[in-house]
Protein backbone atom coordinates (compact mmCIF):
# COMPACT_ATOMS: atom_id res chain seq x y z
CA UNK A 1 0.00 0.00 0.00
CA UNK A 2 2.77 2.76 0.47
CA UNK A 3 4.18 1.99 -2.95
CA UNK A 4 1.00 2.65 -3.88
CA UNK A 5 0.53 5.80 -2.40
CA UNK A 6 3.82 6.73 -3.29
CA UNK A 7 2.97 6.29 -7.32
CA UNK A 8 -0.48 8.12 -6.19
CA UNK A 9 1.81 11.49 -5.31
CA UNK A 10 4.23 10.98 -7.98
CA UNK A 11 1.22 11.36 -10.18
CA UNK A 12 -0.63 14.25 -8.58
CA UNK A 13 2.93 15.74 -8.37
CA UNK A 14 3.45 15.56 -12.32
CA UNK A 15 -0.28 16.89 -13.25
CA UNK A 16 0.28 19.74 -10.90
CA UNK A 17 3.50 20.30 -13.09
CA UNK A 18 1.76 20.36 -16.01
CA UNK A 19 -1.39 22.59 -14.81
CA UNK A 20 1.65 24.96 -13.92
CA UNK A 21 3.40 24.84 -17.27
CA UNK A 22 1.49 27.16 -19.33
CA UNK A 23 0.18 24.39 -21.24
CA UNK A 24 -3.31 25.49 -22.68
CA UNK A 25 -4.94 22.26 -21.51
CA UNK A 26 -8.68 22.23 -22.96
CA UNK A 27 -9.08 18.23 -21.61
CA UNK A 28 -7.83 15.81 -18.72
CA UNK A 29 -9.11 12.14 -18.30
CA UNK A 30 -8.38 10.65 -14.78
CA UNK A 31 -9.88 8.34 -12.18
CA UNK A 32 -12.04 9.35 -9.19
CA UNK A 33 -9.63 8.48 -6.51
CA UNK A 34 -7.10 10.54 -8.72
CA UNK A 35 -9.27 13.45 -9.35
CA UNK A 36 -9.82 13.72 -5.86
CA UNK A 37 -6.52 13.86 -4.83
CA UNK A 38 -5.58 16.73 -7.28
CA UNK A 39 -8.36 18.29 -5.93
CA UNK A 40 -7.49 18.09 -2.47
CA UNK A 41 -3.83 19.05 -3.31
CA UNK A 42 -4.39 22.00 -5.27
CA UNK A 43 -7.05 23.14 -2.66
CA UNK A 44 -3.55 22.64 -0.01
CA UNK A 45 -1.87 25.18 -2.21
CA UNK A 46 -4.76 27.45 -2.46
CA UNK A 47 -6.09 26.99 -5.85
CA UNK A 48 -8.28 24.43 -8.07
CA UNK A 49 -8.83 22.51 -10.75
CA UNK A 50 -10.90 25.11 -12.38
CA UNK A 51 -8.31 27.71 -11.47
CA UNK A 52 -4.79 26.03 -12.35
CA UNK A 53 -5.56 26.28 -15.72
CA UNK A 54 -8.03 24.26 -16.26
CA UNK A 55 -9.93 26.30 -18.40
CA UNK A 56 -13.81 25.37 -19.30
CA UNK A 57 -14.04 22.44 -21.22
CA UNK A 58 -13.90 18.67 -20.53
CA UNK A 59 -12.83 16.62 -18.11
CA UNK A 60 -13.96 12.98 -18.68
CA UNK A 61 -13.15 10.45 -16.10
CA UNK A 62 -13.64 6.98 -15.94
CA UNK A 63 -14.02 4.12 -13.76
CA UNK A 64 -16.86 2.10 -12.03
CA UNK A 65 -16.76 4.48 -9.40
CA UNK A 66 -18.81 7.37 -10.34
CA UNK A 67 -22.44 7.01 -8.53
CA UNK A 68 -24.65 9.61 -8.73
CA UNK A 69 -23.65 10.82 -5.31
CA UNK A 70 -20.12 11.09 -6.59
CA UNK A 71 -20.78 12.96 -9.55
CA UNK A 72 -22.55 15.64 -7.94
CA UNK A 73 -19.73 15.62 -5.13
CA UNK A 74 -16.86 16.36 -8.36
CA UNK A 75 -18.94 18.61 -10.07
CA UNK A 76 -19.55 20.73 -6.86
CA UNK A 77 -16.51 20.75 -4.87
CA UNK A 78 -13.83 19.52 -7.03
CA UNK A 79 -14.55 21.07 -9.90
CA UNK A 80 -16.97 24.31 -9.70
CA UNK A 81 -18.56 25.94 -12.24
CA UNK A 82 -17.67 26.25 -16.09
CA UNK A 83 -15.71 22.81 -16.16
CA UNK A 84 -17.98 20.35 -17.89
CA UNK A 85 -16.99 16.55 -16.87
CA UNK A 86 -18.48 13.62 -18.45
CA UNK A 87 -18.40 10.99 -16.33
CA UNK A 88 -17.68 7.44 -17.82
CA UNK A 89 -18.34 3.48 -16.78
CA UNK A 90 -15.95 0.91 -17.93
CA UNK A 91 -12.59 -0.04 -18.28
CA UNK A 92 -9.56 -0.41 -21.17
CA UNK A 93 -11.31 -4.15 -21.38
CA UNK A 94 -14.80 -3.39 -22.09
CA UNK A 95 -14.70 0.25 -23.43
CA UNK A 96 -16.51 3.30 -21.96
CA UNK A 97 -20.10 4.36 -21.71
CA UNK A 98 -21.16 7.85 -21.16
CA UNK A 99 -23.06 7.76 -17.36
CA UNK A 100 -26.66 9.15 -17.71
CA UNK A 101 -26.72 12.62 -17.10
CA UNK A 102 -27.45 13.96 -13.65
Known sequence: MSELEMYKTHVIEQAVTLLNAGHDIKCM???P??????GEELENRGTSIREDGHPPGSSPAGQTEFTPQYTRFAMEELLGDGVYMTPTYGNTLMGLACLKNL
Open 29 to 31: FTT
Open 33 to 38: KLMESL
